[in-house]
C-alpha cells in the first residue's frame, strides 16, 4: 500500500522555541493532508486539512497562528508548532489520500513524539 | 459529522474469530465506512472500508447491514499482532475528514 512517512519520529525542544514535523507521501501524490494530534489514551483528534497550494482549513479550537501548515508540495506537508509548551506535549500523526473521494484510502505516518520541557 | 458507537473494548483468544461491532444509525447515503487500527505509539493503519456491500481483503472482511446502520468488521483469526485499537469511521464525501472516535481496544490472549 501507499507510504506516508513523518519526520523526526521524535523530538524533544525547549519551552517557548517552534518545531516543525515534515509530513511526506512517497510513492503517491496528495493534494490534501490531515494532520492529528493524540494525547495519551486518547483517540485521535483532527487539528487541520492541509490542501496542495492553499491555506490549510483549521478545526474549531485550533489556534492556526500557533500550529503553522504548509503544503507546498504535492508530496509534502509541514506542521510547525510556534512558541512551544509543555502542554502541546502529544504525538502528532498526519495522513494523506490517495484521491479526492471519500471511497478513497487515507493513509498514516508513524507520528511524531512531541515533548516540550 | 455522523458518529459511531463501539464497545470500549473486547476479548478474543489466539486463532478465534473476531466480530467487532460498529453502529452508525444517523449514516447518510454518501458516507463510507472505513476500519482503522492503531497499535501503541504507532499511526492508525489501514484495514478495510465499504459502502453498501461486504468487502473481503487479506486482513479482515466488513459486513455491512442492508439499511447501512451497522457495521460489523470480521477477523477470521485472532492471533496477536491483532490486538490494537479498532476504530470504525465514517467518511463524509463532502468534507473528505476521518473523525476517530473513541474506538475498541481489542485484546487477543494465547
Known amino acids: 500500500g501507499a507510504v506516508v512517512s513523518q519526520h523526526p519520529s521524535w523530538v524533544i525542544c525547549k519551552s517557548g522555541t517552534s518545531v516543525k514535523i515534515e509530513c511526506r507521501s512517497l510513492?503517491?501524490?496528495?493534494?490534501?493532508m490531515f494532520w492529528y494530534r493524540q494525547f495519551p489514551k486518547q483517540s485521535l483528534m483532527l487539528m487541520a486539512t492541509s490542501n496542495e497550494g492553499s491555506k490549510a482549513t483549521y478545526e474549531q479550537g485550533v489556534e492556526k497562528d500557533k500550529f503553522l501548515i504548509n503544503h507546498a508540495s504535492l508530496t509534502l506537508s509541514t506542521l510547525t508548532v510556534t512558541s512551544a509548551h509543555p502542554e502541546d506535549s502529544s504525538f502528532y500523526i498526519c495522513?494523506?489520500?490517495?484521491?479526492?473521494?471519500?471511497?478513497?484510502?487515507?493513509?498514516f505516518g508513524e507520528g511524531s513524539w512531541l515533548t516540550v520541557v | 459529522d455522523a458518529k459511531t458507537t463501539q464497545p470500549n473494548s473486547m476479548e478474543s483468544n489466539e486463532e478465534e474469530p473476531v466480530h467487532l461491532p460498529c453502529n452508525h444509525s444517523?449514516?447518510?447515503?454518501?458516507?463510507?465506512i472505513h476500519w482503522y487500527r492503531q497499535l501503541p505509539s504507532q499511526g492508525p493503519e489501514y484495514v478495510i472500508h465499504g459502502l453498501t456491500s461486504n468487502v473481503n481483503n487479506r486482513m479482515a472482511s466488513l459486513a455491512i447491514a442492508e439499511d447501512r446502520k451497522s457495521s460489523t468488521l470480521i477477523l477470521h483469526r485472532a492471533t496477536l499482532r491483532d490486538a490494537a485499537v479498532y476504530y470504525c469511521?465514517?467518511?463524509?464525501?463532502?468534507?473528505?475528514?476521518?473523525?476517530f472516535g473513541t474506538g475498541t481496544r481489542l485484546q487477543v490472549f494465547p
Open positions: 469511521i465514517l467518511r463524509d464525501l463532502n468534507t473528505d475528514k476521518l473523525i
Open positions: 495522513s494523506a489520500e490517495t484521491g479526492g473521494e471519500a471511497g478513497n484510502t487515507i493513509y
Open positions: 510513492d503517491f501524490q496528495a493534494t490534501t
Open positions: 444517523t449514516i447518510s447515503g454518501t458516507d463510507y
